[in-house]
């Protein structure tokens, strides 16, 4: 199984420096699989990666909730929840709203990441790659253990 690269998840780090976006806007773009269960896997582990990394954070959950433990949680819980069920959205993937933090949009700013010119950092992937170890997630591991798709 081939998980997201560096480049898509920054892609997805520039827009939500620019507005948040639901869960669900993660479960299309970030793998070339047409399989749900492909694209529900990349959804959650890159939203588990991003939180544990504290890279984003969720302003629809409480105050004081929508970072650390509270959000992976949820984020765990939707790698039990099908983003696709009868070829519908579920509403849970609907509830979780998502913004990058003031790190990842300092780092967005700092190499210059402007998505619509199609220029990508690799000075961001190196810095990506370092954070995602420092976090204990490295990025060579895919999925992350925690966020296994439930048979």
Known sequence: MTGPSLQVIQRKLHLLCLSDYSAESFTSGLVAVTDTRGRWQAA???LYRLAVCQLIWSPSLPDGQGEGEYILSYIEELSRIDPFPSNDLSDAWLGLDVLATK??????????VI???G???PGLDEVLRERFCEFGVPFEVYPVSRVKLFD
Not at 103 to 112: C, L, N, Q, S, T
């Open 103 to 112: 790190v990842a949009r300092d780092w967005i700013e700092k190499f210059e």
């Open 44 to 46: 959650v582990d890159t």
């Open 119 to 121: 220029t990508f950092s």
């Open 115 to 117: 998505e619509n010119l």
